[in-house]
């Protein structure tokens, strides 16, 4: 089993900045896939970023790309989403995600989740 334990959220002004990280626990295996991804009150799950663990290969959604990065740090089994540039509509619920398969960490379907943290970003 595995256990993702996001810590970070909070509350930022617009254009500001916040880092978000993500320790994971368990049965993890090099080849799987970690990412973030958000829901906003009325609206859809939305993808937001993904990395492979082993190779550090990155993926983002448009609406992040240039001000949002996503990292991680094997020796600490911590995945990290820095953001940038905050939004107003960056508001949101901010999930830890994990899969082995990167489609389902972008549709929103992955096998593992954080318990969520709220990122607030006023105008």
């Known amino acids: 089993q595995v256990q993702l334990v996001e810590s970070g959220g909070g509350l930022v002004q617009a254009g500001g900045s916040l880092r978000l990280s993500c320790v994971v626990s368990?049965?993890?295996?090099?080849?799987?896939?970690m990412g973030w991804l958000r829901q906003a009150p009325g609206k859809e799950r939305e993808f937001v970023a993904a990395?492979?663990?082993?190779?550090?290969?990155?993926d983002y959604s448009d609406s992040v790309k240039g001000r949002f990065t996503i990292s991680r740090d094997n020796a600490k089994n911590t995945v990290y989403l820095q953001m940038n540039n905050l939004k107003p509509e960056d508001t949101a619920v901010y999930y830890c995600?994990?899969?082995?398969?990167?489609?389902?960490?972008?549709?929103?379907?992955?096998?593992?989740w954080g318990q969520g943290t709220q990122i607030t970003v006023s105008s």
């Open positions: 990395i492979r663990w082993s190779e550090g290969i990155t």
């Open positions: 995600a994990g899969d082995g398969s990167v489609q389902r960490v972008r549709t929103g379907a992955p096998r593992y």
């Open positions: 368990g049965r993890f295996f090099s080849n799987n896939v």
